[in-house]
T-cell receptor, first 114, second 115 residues
Framework: DVKVTQSSRYLVKRTGEKVFLECVQDMDHENMFWYRQDPGLGLRLIYFSYDVKMKEKGDIPEGYSVSREKKERFSLILESASTNQTSMYLC?????????????FGPGTRLLVL | AQSVTQPDIHITVSEGASLELRCNYSYGATPYLFWYVQSPGQGLQLLLKYFSGDTLVQGIKGFEAEFKRSQSSFNLRKPSVHWSDAAEYFCAVGAGSSNTGKLIFGQGTTLQVKP
């Protein structure tokens, strides 16, 4: 079974702090994704990566950056956390090639910024 | 641009009743379509997917979905709902045109099951 893990289930941070969310997958997937989930808005793509050190902006990249130094690990960074970044953050991964759209999700990190 | 609409934000059904969750998509080519389920406080679990072939797709937990190209729909069904099916359900379409496997998600439908 594909396993995607996220470093924390719950995080509480202060405004202005630098926040790191980590995601690890154990199935040698090429593609990795970060989403945020807010009530009534569904999942919105923040960033994705299709290879080590490669990244592309998603629909809402402002205020976020990412890092992918190893194939299995994809980090989301909030350079200076703000209250409007309070949300549920979901990481996902998928294979490259055909059927690459089948994404597997981690359990999520619920971030509260005070 | 691709988009996905789930017209029902909340649905309540009685345990044992049948269920249909609606999903409409907008996409220029043949879409890749997915249904995911999210239990409270959890990540998303893949229920089923459609890439090609038979338009009636079977998934886990007794769910099925039917792709109807003429209606741009991919509705999720279950003949008899169990209390454990209470969750949020997301429909998604594969953005497909790149090599990156991006998905576009609907807003989600919350299912409540009455005893």
């Amino acid at each position: 079974d594909v396993k995607v893990t996220q470093s924390s289930r719950y995080l509480v941070k202060r405004t202005g702090e630098k926040v790191f969310l980590e995601c690890v997958q154990d199935m040698d997937h090429e593609n990795m994704f970060w989403y945020r989930q807010d009530p009534g808005l569904g999942l919105r793509l923040i960033y994705f990566s299709y290879d080590v050190k490669m990244k592309e902006k998603g629909d809402i990249p402002e205020g976020y950056s990412v890092s992918r130094e190893k194939k299995e690990r994809f980090s989301l960074i909030l350079e200076s956390a703000s209250t409007n970044q309070t949300s549920m953050y979901l990481c996902a991964s998928s294979l490259g090639g055909p059927r690459k759209e089948t994404q597997y999700f981690g359990p999520g990190t619920r971030l509260l910024v005070l | 641009a691709q988009s996905v609409t789930q017209p029902d934000i909340h649905i309540t059904v009685s345990e044992g009743a049948s269920l249909e969750l609606r999903c409409n998509y907008s996409y220029g080519a043949t879409p890749y379509l997915f249904w995911y389920v999210q239990s409270p406080g959890q990540g998303l679990q893949l229920l089923l997917k459609y890439f090609s072939g038979d338009t009636l797709v079977q998934g886990i937990k007794g769910f099925e979905a039917e792709f109807k190209r003429s209606q741009s729909s991919f509705n999720l069904r279950k003949p008899s709902v169990h209390w454990s099916d209470a969750a949020e359900y997301f429909c998604a379409v594969g953005a497909g045109s790149s090599n990156t496997g991006k998905l576009i998600f609907g807003q989600g439908t919350t299912l409540q099951v009455k005893p």
